[in-house]
């Protein structure tokens, strides 16, 4: 399934790819604070004696492509495997992304763009849009795709929007909008089915136009509710995976699966050319608890995790943990690793900053966070400078 055909017929060049896309941020954070942040924080490396290591969970995770019988880019999901070694997330991408807006010097080139420049190119192109590296990368046929889907059987999908192949230049809707029940055959079908004509062409038909994403994130939703709390596939819980995609799923698919679909802004280019922009701030949110150990920090700066553990129904933790990575990025403080699980005794009053390398100066943090309050930290977690953990302080200045 894929956004308009238009994009199969861009010159591509996957060098054009830029590594990452943060969008304009309105915050709060005043630009000389954000100026002390960056100026303040020098180094990377954890210094002094530890009194214990705790590093970020092993997470492995496989790019997943699935190719339609004429060989083009149908469908892209990351796939993580959770600490457990059994289920895990599916972020499903949009194929129209790219790394950059275009301009009059670089042509955007998405990830489908790049796909039909060599199966090779898919994982590049991925990793450089999103910032996020991968264990493996495979790209799996529509027969190939319903023998890896086997063991879950038949599920419940509510799609937004009809799936719509292209056969021979007529369109064939392989799945209507709408409930439906669906065997293991006609998943890998619809989730392999492309449509490359003009959308023109469906509303003459008076057929709904496509949602690539939307139905992939749909479709991928009725397989986490199918398997339920996790399927007997036989695989160890391990996260130990031997290479091998059959060998990945059959891991993924003995645990229950959370989905998402990343936000994304679409724009057109000045030749006509539709894009997305995949959020930073999203990829962060998402890939920085799901696999924090794969995010590449992108500034020449300290790495931090943040730690969002309201207790209370009123607060989105997703929501501030949001917020504040906005304004950490304004401030020039890359972001890794993301916490917004509920805490047990919920956030503290007063913002914490748990400083591991001592190199790092809080001076100007209080113009991103407000009042907070350093605390020298006993354990050493490598990859991160410091832990935010956010309070009701700095929850006040994000109203």
């Known amino acids: ?17 830029a590594t990452g896309v943060a969008f304009t941020v309105v915050i709060a954070a005043t630009a000389s604070g954000a100026s002390v942040l960056y100026n303040s924080t020098q180094g990377k490396n954890a210094a002094g004696d530890r009194l214990e290591s705790r590093p970020m969970p092993q997470t492995p995770n496989l790019l997943l492509g699935v190719a339609s019988d004429g060989d083009e880019l149908a469908s892209a999901v990351v796939l993580t495997l959770s600490p457990s070694g059994q289920g895990g997330s599916v972020v499903t991408l949009p194929l129209d992304a790219a790394g950059a807006r275009p301009t009059e010097s670089i042509e955007a080139t998405t990830i489908a763009d790049a796909f039909d420049e060599g199966r090779e190119s898919f994982g590049f192109a991925a990793t450089s849009v999103l910032g996020v590296s991968f264990d493996q990368v495979a790209v799996v046929s ?4 319903e023998q890896l889907l086997e063991p879950v059987g038949s599920v419940q999908v509510d799609l937004p929007a009809d799936v719509v192949a292209d056969a021979d230049g007529t369109p064939n809707i ?33 057929l709904a136009l496509p949602a ?15 398997i339920g709390g ?3 596939t036989g695989a160890p819980a391990s996260i130990d995976v031997p290479p091998g995609t059959d060998r990945f799923l059959d891991r993924l698919l003995n645990g229950p699966l959370s989905v998402r679909r990343l936000a994304s802004r679409s724009i057109e280019s000045d030749d006509g050319q539709r894009i997305s922009l995949i959020s930073r701030t999203d990829v962060i949110l998402v890939f920085g608890q799901v696999s924090p150990r794969k995010v590449a920090p992108s500034l020449d700066s300290i790495s931090v995790r943040v730690v969002v553990g309201f207790n209370n129904e009123d607060v989105s933790n997703a929501q501030v943990a949001s917020l504040i990575i906005d304004r950490l990025t304004f401030g020039r403080i890359n972001v890794v690793s993301v916490s917004t ?7 503290p009053d007063v913002t914490q900053v748990q400083i591991i390398n001592p190199i790092v100066n809080t001076d100007g ?8 309050e350093e605390v020298t930290s006993q354990y050493d977690i490598p990859g991160v400078d410091a832990v935010i953990t956010v309070g009701e302080s700095t929850r006040a200045l994000l109203r």
């Not at 894929?2 to 591509?12: G, H, K, L, V």
């Not at 529509?142 to 795709?145: D, G, P, Y």
């Not at 699980?341 to 956030?347: C, K, L, N, S, Y």
């Not at 943090?365 to 907070?372: K, N, P, S």
């Open 212 to 226: 690539a994403d939307e139905n992939t994130e749909a479709l991928w939703d009725g397989i986490a509710g199918g």
């Open 365 to 372: 943090f209080d113009g991103v966070l407000g009042e907070f």
């Open 341 to 347: 699980a509920v805490r047990q005794d919920g956030a």
């Open 174 to 206: 392989v799945t209507e909008q709408g409930p439906a029940l669906l065997e293991t055959g006609s998943l890998a079908e619809a989730l392999a089915a492309v449509w490359a004509g003009d959308d023109a062409e469906l509303e003459e038909l008076d």
């Open 230 to 232: 996790g399927l007997d």
């Open 142 to 145: 529509r027969s190939e795709l």
């Open 1 to 17: 399934m894929t956004p308009a055909s238009d994009r199969r017929r861009r010159a591509t060049r996957v060098g054009a790819i």
